[in-house]
């Protein structure tokens, strides 16, 4: 069988092709338009290889025109890009791992690889150890400190994958393995990635039939790596990093198998001798006990069996129990659809409403809205609202500057449906300072949702140093909704502090922040982390039927008057 790249692949190709290029100081439209296309190959449904020779199917997918598409073209058929090859011999392919540094952009990449000689992170590190950064005319030790800072992040990186780089290829791994395998077989994600952890270090499945097929399969594929069988399982590396584990079970201990692999061992201890006579299907262990089934994510080893027990874990939120969205983004700002191109993608969705929150002007690199431009389109999201027949919020995502004000006034603010608050900047702050600057952006009830509140970028930035506590009881106290933002970079409430601000009394709203039409895929992570939560339908404000979400806003609006 021939290697035909999977989405992943070929979106990890292409995002890397757009970084060369930005620090080559190439067209910046060109860049974001391959940019594009890599989060839509990542996020599309289908397989995009299948499509490759499909023109106009291939450019029916959104953010996919000619030129994105003659770049999978040749990607999937020649297994690599010259445009990449070509920028590699002028700029040194490590630059793209340099500006994953925070506070390292294109730009400085390029100084560092022309003042310094930097060509990756090893070098990197060498330069600033030895002074040299600091030292070099153009560069500096304000800068050499800032990447010190950075690096020492990165150290504390976990090596494990988001779930969102992890869960498109596992699934698109069990669906090639279970079409070469034939006949009844059956293949599952299992392990940490079945329960919706944030991160997994391996991508592990499990798949019927005998260790010496599911090798074979594996080693025709020609895509798999390092492939050898490891007791019951068959393991192996796939080119985009990922450690991969095959777990091989018969039909009759399918269900025992998958409960094992998917574990965790104090959810398994909870089971006890319920698991020691093999079964089909994992239910039948439950039933053993009395018990309804229990989603993988709500396996933890704690208190779960009591949970279920008491039919709480019937009110916890599920993906259907979504009703629409209150932050995405547009052509306005950073985005790359416009206000009917969004609210379209939601309503075909399913959804019954959808709040339209492109960037403040302080966010300049997004392309903020000042004053006159939200007005201007505050006007124009009512328009495409009553020309579709498809209720808009109109709203923005405020900047938190450095001091806690926020970027509109408070008589712009109410003119807002939905006021939304975030902060891009300024995460390393002291915790004092962080926290004064919450306070101060709450403190009024002006701020309907609070976005990304820790401010993680999974792997890439650690979450800013907050007394989590009470900035939950600055929100409680404010009415101010807590954020779990659904992008996999994000994740953001994560799970064990969405608990803790329910526990707070805190409300939720869970938000793609989608900045194109297919970006509400991402759903799926946002809920799944709700879900690890255990948090209840009623307490997320967009599983709210749009008149009680209208009427809680009117009250917060009424609020920000007095």
Same mark, same amino acid.
């Given at each position: 069988?021939?290697?035909?790249?999977?989405?992943?692949?070929?979106?990890?190709?292409?995002?890397?092709?757009?970084?060369?290029?930005?620090?080559?100081?190439?067209?910046?439209? &060109?860049?974001? @338009?391959?940019?594009? *296309?890599?989060?839509?190959?990542?996020?599309?449904?289908?397989?995009?290889?299948?499509?490759?020779?499909?023109?106009?199917?291939?450019?029916?997918?959104?953010?996919?025109? @000619?030129?994105?598409?003659?770049?999978?073209?040749?990607?999937?058929?020649?297994?690599?890009?010259?445009?990449?090859?070509?920028?590699?011999?002028?700029?040194?392919?490590?630059?793209?791992?340099?500006?994953?540094?925070? *506070?390292?952009?294109?730009?400085?990449?390029?100084?560092?690889?022309?003042?310094?000689?930097?060509?990756?992170?090893?070098?990197?590190?060498?330069?600033?150890?030895?002074?040299?950064?600091?030292? #070099?005319?153009?560069?500096?030790?304000?800068?050499?400190?800032?990447?010190?800072?950075?690096?020492?992040?990165?150290?504390?990186?976990?090596?494990?994958?988001?779930?969102?780089?992890?869960?498109?290829?596992?699934?698109?791994?069990?669906?090639?393995?279970?079409?070469?395998?034939?006949?009844?077989?059956?293949?599952?994600?299992?392990?940490?990635?079945?329960?919706?952890?944030?991160?997994?270090?391996?991508?592990?499945?499990?798949?019927?039939? &005998?260790?010496?097929?599911?090798?074979?399969?594996?080693?025709?594929?020609?895509?798999?790596? $390092?492939?050898?069988?490891?007791?019951?399982?068959?393991?192996?590396?796939?080119?985009?990093?990922?450690?991969?584990?095959?777990?091989?079970? $018969?039909?009759?201990?399918?269900?025992?198998?998958?409960?094992?692999?998917?574990?965790?061992?104090?959810?398994? =201890?909870?089971?006890?001798?319920?698991? +020691?006579?093999?079964?089909?299907?994992?239910?039948?262990?439950?039933?053993?006990?009395?018990?309804?089934?229990?989603?993988?994510?709500?396996?933890?080893?704690?208190?779960?069996?009591?949970? @279920?027990?008491?039919?709480?874990?019937?009110?916890?939120?599920?993906?259907?129990?979504?009703?629409?969205?209150?932050?995405?983004?547009?052509?306005?700002?950073?985005?790359?659809?416009?206000? +009917?191109?969004?609210?379209?993608?939601?309503?075909?969705?399913?959804?019954?409403?959808?709040?339209? =929150?492109?960037?403040?002007?302080?966010?300049?690199?997004?392309?903020?809205?000042?004053?006159?431009?939200?007005?201007?389109?505050?006007?124009?999201?009512?328009?495409?609202?009553?020309?579709?027949?498809?209720?808009?919020?109109?709203? =923005?995502?405020?900047?938190?500057?450095?001091?806690?004000?926020?970027?509109?006034?408070? $008589?712009?603010?109410?003119?807002? $449906?939905?006021?939304? @608050?975030?902060?891009?900047?300024?995460? #390393?702050?002291?915790?004092?300072?962080?926290?004064?600057?919450?306070?101060?952006?709450?403190?009024?009830?002006?701020?309907?949702?609070?976005?990304?509140?820790?401010?993680?970028?999974?792997?890439? &930035?650690?979450?800013?140093?907050?007394?989590?506590?009470?900035?939950?009881?600055?929100?409680?106290?404010?009415? #101010?909704?807590?954020?779990?933002?659904?992008?996999?970079?994000?994740?953001?409430?994560?799970?064990?502090?969405?608990?803790?601000?329910? +526990?707070?009394?805190?409300?939720?709203?869970?938000?793609?922040?989608?900045?194109?039409?297919?970006?509400? &895929?991402?759903?799926?992570?946002?809920?799944?982390?709700?879900?690890?939560?255990?948090?209840?339908?009623?307490?997320?404000?967009?599983?709210?039927?749009?008149?009680?979400?209208?009427?809680?806003?009117?009250?917060?609006?009424?609020?920000?008057?007095?």
């Amino acid at each position: 069988m021939s290697h035909r790249p999977g989405n992943a692949e070929i979106a990890n190709q292409l995002a890397r092709l757009s970084s060369l290029m930005e620090i080559a100081g190439e067209n910046p439209f &060109r860049i974001r @338009a391959i940019r594009t *296309g890599a989060e839509s190959v990542a996020a599309a449904p289908m397989r995009i290889a299948d499509l490759a020779h499909d023109e106009p199917a291939l450019r029916s997918v959104p953010g996919i025109g @000619a030129g994105i598409a003659a770049l999978i073209r040749e990607y999937v058929d020649t297994g690599h890009l010259e445009s990449f090859e070509v920028l590699q011999n002028q700029i040194p392919e490590g630059l793209i791992e340099v500006i994953e540094i925070q *506070g390292v952009g294109a730009k400085t990449a390029k100084k560092l690889y022309e003042l310094a000689g930097i060509r990756d992170l090893e070098s990197l590190s060498i330069a600033i150890d030895n002074g040299t950064v600091a030292n #070099t005319k153009g560069l500096g030790a304000k800068l050499a400190e800032k990447i010190a800072v950075g690096l020492e992040s990165i150290k504390r990186r976990t090596g494990r994958h988001r779930i969102g780089d992890a869960l498109p290829v596992a699934v698109a791994l069990a669906e090639q393995i279970t079409e070469a395998l034939g006949g009844d077989s059956r293949v599952e994600v299992t392990g940490s990635l079945r329960r919706w952890q944030e991160t997994i270090g391996n991508i592990d499945l499990l798949a019927t039939g &005998r260790t010496g097929e599911i090798e074979q399969v594996l080693t025709a594929f020609n895509i798999i790596e $390092d492939i050898s069988i490891d007791g019951d399982r068959v393991i192996g590396k796939h080119p985009l990093g990922f450690q991969i584990a095959i777990h091989a079970a $018969d039909h009759a201990a399918f269900g025992t198998r998958w409960l094992e692999t998917t574990g965790p061992p104090e959810h398994l =201890s909870l089971l006890g001798p319920a698991l +020691e006579t093999p079964v089909p299907e994992e239910r039948e262990v439950y039933d053993r006990l009395g018990l309804p089934w229990i989603a993988p994510e709500f396996r933890q080893g704690v208190d779960e069996l009591d949970r @279920a027990q008491s039919g709480e874990l019937d009110n916890v939120i599920r993906i259907e129990d979504v009703r629409g969205e209150l932050h995405s983004h547009t052509v306005w700002s950073d985005g790359a659809g416009t206000i +009917e191109e969004m609210a379209e993608a939601a309503r075909d969705r399913g959804y019954a409403y959808l709040g339209i =929150s492109d960037h403040s002007h302080s966010l300049g690199v997004a392309n903020g809205l000042d004053r006159a431009r939200l007005l201007a389109q505050g006007a124009d999201i009512l328009e495409a609202s009553a020309r579709l027949g498809f209720p808009l919020f109109r709203s =923005s995502e405020v900047e938190v500057l450095r001091d806690g004000a926020l970027d509109f006034d408070d $008589d712009t603010l109410r003119g807002l $449906d939905v006021v939304i @608050a975030s902060t891009h900047t300024g995460w #390393t702050r002291p915790r004092a300072e962080l926290m004064a600057r919450i306070h101060r952006a709450l403190d009024g009830g002006r701020v309907d949702i609070l976005a990304h509140p820790s401010g993680q970028l999974i792997e890439e &930035r650690d979450p800013g140093d907050f007394n989590f506590p009470e900035m939950f009881a600055i929100a409680t106290a404010n009415g #101010t909704a807590l954020e779990i933002n659904a992008d996999p970079a994000r994740l953001d409430l994560k799970a064990e502090h969405a608990q803790q601000a329910l +526990e707070l009394g805190n409300l939720i709203a869970i938000n793609c922040d989608a900045h194109r039409p297919d970006g509400f &895929r991402s759903l799926i992570y946002g809920v799944g982390i709700a879900r690890r939560a255990f948090t209840p339908r009623d307490r997320v404000i967009n599983c709210w039927e749009i008149d009680r979400l209208s009427a809680w806003l009117v009250e917060r609006h009424a609020f920000r008057h007095s």
